[in-house]
């Protein structure tokens, strides 16, 4: 009955429990990381992933979390971003599976709410890029696109565009995408080759499409006199909502200053992976949550 009872463990589990180590853990187990671009430093994940069981290890990696959000309080330079930027590539790599616990999109955003409103940072690409990320790990990227356009962030980078016409693309919003495309060349967004090649792209599947397919024309997207793509109907509805939310009492435990962010203020010091969850969570929902009024677009 025994023997039958250990046939039943996976892989993963009888590797963790067995405590060995290969140096090769990212292998047997890379189907639970998440991936990165720029790939990952091997060392690092391998002892992420025994960190599973090794509580010890893990308390470790805590600490290392700790030490760089005390960095981000401490940094004296002229590129306060930098800090966080390492924080965050280290926390991606030592948190392989992603996840709430991680603290990684909390961390996004007291990054993006940190300098939304710095004019060193608004045509900084490391800065956008920090935003589409955070983006990435939200359930509505529609209102960050927005606030971003408003708020005159990122957009002289193609990336900008091309991320928020594909994600519209993405929602059966063509005109919408081709609304955004246009806006970016109209700018020239740089690299505007990059921008060119994308929309030409996004082009050839539109012509590609058998049927049109496109939202009703009171949900198109219109470009507003100073440039802003904002979607009337649900998008209206969902700023709104936005603004209901930041003007009542909020309930997370993590709740922070609007003004600006210091990361002395970033719970995640307390490892308490129940409120880190909570936040999370609540960000996910409505990313801008914890932004000022004022910032919102209107």
């Known amino acids: 009955m025994a023997e039958c009872e250990i046939q039943k463990i996976d892989p ?69 971003l930098l800090p966080w930027l390492e924080c965050m590539k280290w926390v991606q790599e030592a948190f392989p599976p992603g996840g709430d616990s991680s603290g990684l999109v909390v961390i996004y955003e007291q990054c993006v709410r940190a300098f939304w409103h710095s004019e060193q940072y608004k045509d900084d690409l ?67 080759e990059k921008l060119k090649a994308a ?31 904002l979607a009337k109907g649900e998008n209206g509805a969902r700023l709104a909502s936005l603004k209901s939310d930041h003007s009542s009492k909020n309930d997370s435990s993590l709740n922070l200053k609007a003004e600006g962010c210091k990361s002395s203020s970033l719970k995640i010091r307390q490892e308490d992976e129940k409120d880190l969850k909570r936040e999370t969570e609540l960000l996910r929902k409505n990313p801008l949550r914890n932004f000022p009024h004022c910032s919102l677009p209107r």
Not at 64 to 79: M, N, P, S, T, V
Not at 141 to 149: G, P, R, S
Not at 165 to 189: D, P, Y
């Open 199 to 229: 929309y030409r792209k996004f082009l050839v599947r539109s012509m590609s499409r058998t049927k049109p397919v496109d939202e009703p024309m009171d949900k198109q997207a219109p470009v507003r006199s100073f440039g802003t793509l």
């Open 126 to 192: 490391r800065y956008l890029k920090v935003w589409l990320e955070y983006a990435d790990n939200c359930f509505d990227k529609e209102v960050i696109y927005a606030f971003l356009d408003a708020n005159g962030i990122g957009k002289t980078h193609s990336d900008f565009y091309i991320s928020y016409a594909l994600h519209l693309e993405v929602k059966n919003k063509f005109k919408a995408a081709h609304q955004t495309f246009e806006l970016g060349i109209s700018r020239n967004a740089q690299p505007i």
């Open 12 to 80: 993963e589990t009888e590797f963790l429990l067995s405590k060995t180590e290969t140096g090769n853990e990212w292998e047997t187990f890379k189907e639970n990381v998440r991936p990165l671009k720029r790939g990952r430093n091997v060392n690092i994940l391998n002892n992420a992933l025994k960190s599973h069981t090794d509580n010890h290890l893990k308390k470790s990696l805590l600490n290392q979390r700790r030490k760089l959000i005390e960095e981000i309080d401490d940094y004296k330079g002229e590129d306060p």
